[in-house]
C-alpha cells in the first residue's frame, strides 16, 4: 500500500510559478511509474505528466516547455515545476502512483490561476 499526500496548491496570478510536491509513504516509489493528474470544475480528470520508473517524462501537450515532472527516491517525493500559468490550469491536481495492476491516489491540491 502506497500513501500519497500532495502539496504546494495555492493562489497565483497568470504567469507565476508553483511547485506542488506528492510524498509517499509505505514504500518506495522508485518501481512506480508516477504521474499528476489534474481534474478542472466539470471536466473529466486529465494526465498532465508523468514519469516512469526509469526516470522517462511525457507531458501533455497543454504543458510541455511550462512543466516539469520530477522526483527525489531518496525522499520518496514526486514534484511537478509549473511556470508561466495559464487560468485554464487551474483545477485540483493529483498525484498517483502505478505498478502493475496496483494504483494508488493521493486527495488533490488545489490550483487556481487568477488575477
Known amino acids: 500500500q502506497v500513501q500519497l499526500v500532495e502539496s504546494g496548491g495555492g493562489l497565483v496570478q497568470p504567469g507565476g510559478s508553483l511547485r506542488l510536491s506528492c510524498a509517499a509513504s509505505?514504500?518506495?516509489?522508485?518501481?512506480?511509474?508516477m504521474a499528476w493528474y489534474r481534474q478542472a470544475a466539470g471536466k473529466q480528470r486529465e494526465v498532465v505528466a508523468t514519469?516512469?520508473?526509469?526516470?522517462?517524462?511525457d507531458y501533455a501537450d497543454s504543458v510541455k516547455g511550462r512543466f516539469t515532472i520530477s522526483r527525489d527516491i531518496a525522499k520518496n517525493t514526486m514534484y511537478l515545476q509549473m511556470n508561466s500559468l495559464k487560468p485554464e490550469d487551474t483545477a485540483v491536481y493529483h498525484c498517483?502512483?502505478?505498478?502493475?495492476?496496483?494504483?494508488?491516489w493521493g486527495q488533490g491540491t488545489q490550483v487556481t490561476v487568477s488575477s
Open positions: 514519469i516512469t520508473s526509469d526516470g522517462i517524462t
Open positions: 509505505g514504500r518506495r516509489i522508485s518501481p512506480y511509474t
Open positions: 498517483n502512483a502505478q505498478w502493475s495492476v496496483f494504483s494508488y
